[in-house]
C-alpha cells in the first residue's frame, strides 16, 4: 500500500511543495499520446496499478456518488477480490425528492454487485451534520461548496467507521486530469486549464479533506491523483477529453472497455454538494434560520 504524494509524515505537505510537484510532473510530459487506442489502454492500465497499490490489507470504504470515478474503482476492486463497501449520503425531507447520487449508486451497486451503505438525512439530522462540518472545517475553510461536500464525505465516513473502517478510497482529481468541468468547455486552452486546475486544488480541495480526514483520523486513498496517472492522463492531447458533446471522453471509453455498465459511464458530472442535495439542505436552513444568503448562515456556525 503506497501513500499519497501530498502527505508527508501524516501531514499535508506545502502549498509551494504541492504546486512543485505538479510542475515536476508536467515537466516530465515530454510527448503525446496521440492515438485513441493506445491512449485508452494507457488510462486503463495506470488506473488499475494506481488503485491497486493503494488498496489496504484489510476492509476499506469507497466513497461512493455512482458516478464514473467511484464506479470505476469500485469495479477494479471488485475484480481484484479486496474487502470493501460503498458509502453514499443525501438529503431528503418530505418535500424533497430523492438525490440523484442516491439513485445512481443504487444503480450501480445492482449491476455492479456491490455492498452499498446509504444515508439519508432528515432536515435535522443535516442540520446537525452541516454544524459539525463548519466547526471542523473552521473560518478559514468553512465556505459553501467547502461545508456541501465536506458534510458528504463526512456523513460517509461516520457510517462507515461502525464498521470499524479507516481507509477510504475518493474520486478526487478526475475532473481536473480528464478535463470534467465547464470551465475546461470554456477555456480556449483546455489542457492548460487542467494543469492549471491541479495547481489550485491545493486550496480548492486538498485542505478541506485533509481537515477532515485528520479530524476522523481516517486515510483518504486518491489513485487519480497518482503521478503516474496523472502524467499519463497529461499526455492525452485535450481533442480526447473533451468536445462540444461531452467530458471525459477517453476515461469514459475505458469505462466502457473495462464494462463499466453505459448509464454508469456515460453519466454526467454531478458535484457532491448538488448529487447529495445538501447544498439544498443548506439553503433550506439558512431561509429557516432568516438568513438571506447560504455563506452568511454558515458564517454564523463558528
Same mark, same amino acid.
Given at each position: ?6 502527505? =508527508? ?25 496521440? =492515438? ?47 474487502? %470493501?463497501?460503498?458509502? =453514499? ?5 418530505? &418535500? ?26 432528515? &432536515? ?43 481507509? %477510504? ?36 480541495? &486538498? ?21 503516474? #496517472? ?18 471525459? #471522453?477517453? #476515461? ?38 432568516? %438568513? ?5 448562515? &454558515?458564517?454564523?456556525?463558528?
Amino acid at each position: 500500500m503506497i501513500s499519497e504524494f501530498y502527505v =508527508n509524515k501524516k501531514k499535508l505537505i506545502s502549498k509551494q511543495e504541492w504546486q512543485q510537484n505538479i510542475l515536476d510532473i508536467k515537466n516530465s510530459v515530454k510527448e503525446e499520446l496521440t =492515438n485513441k487506442d493506445d491512449a485508452r489502454q494507457a488510462i486503463i492500465n495506470e488506473l488499475l496499478r494506481a488503485v491497486i497499490e493503494r488498496a489496504p490489507g484489510q476492509r476499506f470504504g469507497i466513497l461512493f456518488s455512482g458516478g464514473i470515478d467511484s464506479s470505476l474503482i469500485a469495479l477494479l476492486c471488485k475484480r481484484a477480490g479486496k474487502d %470493501f463497501a460503498c458509502y =453514499n449520503l443525501g438529503f431528503q425531507d418530505e &418535500l424533497s425528492k430523492k438525490p440523484e447520487d442516491a439513485e445512481y449508486a443504487e444503480l450501480a451497486a445492482t449491476k455492479l454487485a456491490l455492498d452499498l451503505r446509504t444515508g439519508m438525512l432528515d &432536515l435535522r439530522q443535516a442540520e446537525d451534520l452541516i454544524r459539525k462540518t463548519a466547526k471542523i472545517l473552521g473560518p478559514g475553510l468553512n465556505n459553501v461548496v467547502n461545508v456541501g461536500v465536506g458534510a458528504v464525505v463526512i456523513g460517509c465516513i461516520e457510517m462507515a467507521k461502525k464498521d470499524g473502517i479507516k481507509y %477510504f478510497f475518493s474520486g478526487l482529481g478526475s475532473e481536473e486530469i480528464f478535463a470534467g468541468y465547464q470551465r475546461h468547455k470554456l477555456a480556449q486552452d483546455k489542457q492548460a486549464e487542467c494543469w492549471n486546475g491541479l495547481l489550485n486544488m491545493y486550496e480548492r480541495d &486538498l485542505l478541506r479533506d485533509f481537515a477532515i480526514a485528520s479530524y476522523e483520523k481516517i486515510s483518504l486513498l486518491t489513485p487519480f491523483l497518482d503521478k503516474s #496517472l496523472i502524467a499519463s492522463a497529461m499526455k492525452i492531447p485535450a481533442a480526447l477529453k473533451i468536445n462540444s458533446s461531452g467530458s471525459k #471522453l477517453i #476515461l469514459r471509453q475505458a469505462a466502457a472497455e473495462l464494462r463499466l455498465p453505459e448509464e454508469i459511464a456515460l453519466r454526467g458530472k454531478k458535484a457532491a454538494q448538488y448529487g447529495s442535495r445538501l447544498d439544498r439542505a443548506i439553503d433550506k436552513l439558512a431561509r429557516k434560520n432568516s %438568513f438571506k444568503y447560504k455563506k452568511d448562515y &454558515l458564517s454564523s456556525l463558528n
